[in-house]
């Protein structure tokens, strides 16, 4: 599957992947997802069984170079253009958090994108979650593996969290 969406990457300009292959309904990822996320560097978009078109997305950010990258790639494309854009950051710092949206959100109103921004508290996954129920968001966006491997090993993973926990599709950005 890599070898061959590796031969393919450079005329796609999105990979849309199902988060469970037809053999892996009992694992809540696919064998394949997390490799091909890791390999490729053309966004990806993870849904579920029943897909429908999204109005709206939360765009989970951090602040790291991963989540400003991702950031800019929206802010070109016009794949979110028209829907109402969620910017939230889940920490424990107001001021800082409130700073680090204000900058992000200048850059997607610059791309004429209706930004709403927000600061929640907690464990990402959930606080998320509970902002993205709260809001009737049916998209989520956000930057995937933005740590090494081995930080990963020790403290886990957002994205793969996100991944398999996600009641609505991901678009992934690298």
């Known amino acids: 599957l890599i070898e061959t969406l590796l031969e ?3 005329n796609a300009r999105l990979v849309v992947m199902g988060r469970q292959g037809e053999q892996h309904q009992d694992h809540p990822i696919g064998s394949h997802i997390e490799s091909v996320i890791r390999t490729l560097k053309q966004p990806i978009l993870v849904v579920m ?5 999204p109005k709206r997305f939360i765009f989970a950010y951090d602040g790291s170079a991963t989540a400003k990258k991702a950031l800019a790639r929206v802010a070109a494309s016009p794949l979110l253009k028209g829907l109402a854009c969620h910017l939230v ?3 424990d710092n107001q001021a800082t958090a ?3 949206l204000a900058a992000a959100a200048d850059t997607l109103n610059g791309a004429d994108f209706t930004v709403s921004t927000a600061v929640c508290q907690g464990e990402v996954q959930a606080a998320l979650e509970a902002y993205q129920v709260e809001h009737s968001i049916d998209l989520m966006v956000m930057g995937a593996y933005g740590h090494s491997r081995i930080r990963e090993f ?3 993973s957002n994205t793969t969290r996100m991944i398999s926990k996600s009641k609505i599709p991901l678009l992934l950005l690298r």
């Open 98 to 100: 409130n700073a680090e």
């Open 8 to 10: 393919q990457e450079p």
């Open 154 to 156: 020790f403290v886990g």
């Open 49 to 53: 069984p029943e897909f429908t078109a």
């Open 89 to 91: 950051m889940v920490s």
